[in-house]
């Protein structure tokens, strides 16, 4: 499986943009980029998915580079409640890993009041 | 509607005893995952069920493991003979496995916290 990399740590305050970054140089051409995150004592939540083009829902904002190299998750006002663990996860849209999802480290995101 | 549920949130036990973990998936998913997260580590996979097809077990890490889901509905995985290092969260997942799979979503449930002593 390509491999991700991300940041340990990432503090924001309340109500600031968070912008979470991902590196994922070896991504090839059929992996879809996704983040899930999990909150304290819970299970991963999804968050978003893309492949090519920047991706808008209603939790956050995808922005991919260019070269697919790298993306970046876009919280856009955080909250207390996105204090979580987020996980960037590249899948392949063959199957060839199948459908298990692989979890790295994460970035343990802290939100200030 | 309903998540994915798991029973029991918690669960203690002795070194050397057998524990079942259960797993309800949200109604009408065709897959079912089990995974587990150790004390400061990260989520690691370790079995996998779609539909009629044969489960993929190459995630469990010992014979001691198994799980079975019947009906294409509830999952249970059992750890027999329990040792220390099985102490972990157990989460469930389920999904509406579309094909190729890069797209689907995976729902967790809250885990079963497994202590051994």
């Known amino acids: 499986d390509a491999k991700t990399t991300q940041p340990n740590s990432m503090e924001s305050n309340e109500e600031e943009p968070v912008h979470l970054p991902c590196n994922h140089s070896t991504i090839s051409g059929t992996d879809y980029i996704h983040w899930y995150r999990q909150l304290p004592s819970q299970g991963p939540e999804y968050v978003i998915h893309?492949?090519?083009s920047n991706v808008n829902n209603r939790m956050a904002s995808l922005a991919i580079a260019e070269d697919r190299k790298s993306s970046t998750l876009i919280l856009h006002r955080a909250t207390l409640r996105d204090a979580a663990v987020y996980y960037c996860?590249?899948?392949?849209?063959?199957?060839?890993?199948?459908?298990?999802?692989?979890f790295g480290e994460g970035t343990q995101l802290t939100v200030n009041p | 509607g309903a998540g994915v549920s798991q029973s029991p949130s918690n669960k203690v036990t002795e070194k050397g005893k057998d524990v079942e973990l259960r797993c309800d998936p949200i109604?009408?998913?065709?897959?079912l995952y089990w995974y587990r997260q150790s004390l400061g580590q990260g989520l690691e996979f370790l079995i996998y069920?779609?539909?009629?097809?044969?489960?993929?077990k190459s995630g469990l890490p010992s014979d001691r493991f198994s799980a079975e889901r019947t009906g294409g509905s509830v999952s249970t995985l059992t750890i027999q003979r329990t040792q220390q290092e099985d102490s972990a969260v157990y989460l469930c997942?389920?999904?509406?496995?579309?094909?190729?799979?890069?797209?689907?979503?995976?729902?967790f449930g809250p885990g079963t916290r497994l202590l051994v002593l």
């Open positions: 109604s009408g998913h065709t897959a």
């Open positions: 069920f779609q539909g009629n097809s044969a489960p993929d």
């Open positions: 996860i590249l899948r392949d849209s063959y199957g060839t890993s199948g459908s298990r999802l692989t």
């Open positions: 893309g492949l090519t």
């Open positions: 997942a389920s999904s509406l496995w579309l094909a190729g799979g890069h797209q689907e979503t995976q729902y």
